[in-house]
């Protein structure tokens, strides 16, 4: 079963960047569609922003313009760089491997998340 860790989360100020990495285990990374969803406090989890076998990426309102995902296949890694962040995308960041190559094919297996903390 593949194993996903992710990375990079910390604590930035209102304004910052960060970059969360997700190392994916396994032979098929190529073949699936990633993503990576957010749950904040009191909140449900939602998707932040996903990338398919192809490359096309599709991004919550919320965040278009300033995050941007993309994958290294040969490392088995899917970043979410974050900038110009704001205090409401203070969460715990879980990566995600969809079922197929695309991002509409749904998904059930997880990492253990990452934190990020952004103050204002």
């Known amino acids: 079963q593949v194993q996903l860790v992710e990375s990079g989360g910390g604590s930035v100020q209102t304004g910052g960047s960060l970059r969360l990495s997700c190392a994916a285990s396994?032979?098929?990374?190529?073949?699936?569609?990633m993503g990576w969803y957010r749950q904040g406090p009191g909140k449900e989890r939602e998707l932040v922003a996903a990338?398919?076998?192809?490359?096309?990426?599709k991004y919550a309102d919320s965040v278009k313009g300033r995050f941007t995902i993309y994958r290294d296949n040969a490392k088995k890694t899917v970043y979410l760089e974050m900038n110009s962040a704001k205090p409401e995308d203070t969460a715990v960041y879980y990566c995600?491997?969809?079922?197929?190559?695309?991002?509409?094919?749904?998904?059930?297996?997880w990492g253990k998340g990452t934190l990020v903390t952004v103050s204002s």
């Open positions: 396994g032979n098929s990374f190529s073949l699936n569609a």
């Open positions: 990338i398919s076998a192809g490359g096309f990426t």
């Open positions: 995600t491997v969809y079922y197929s190559g695309s991002y509409d094919s749904g998904t059930d297996h």
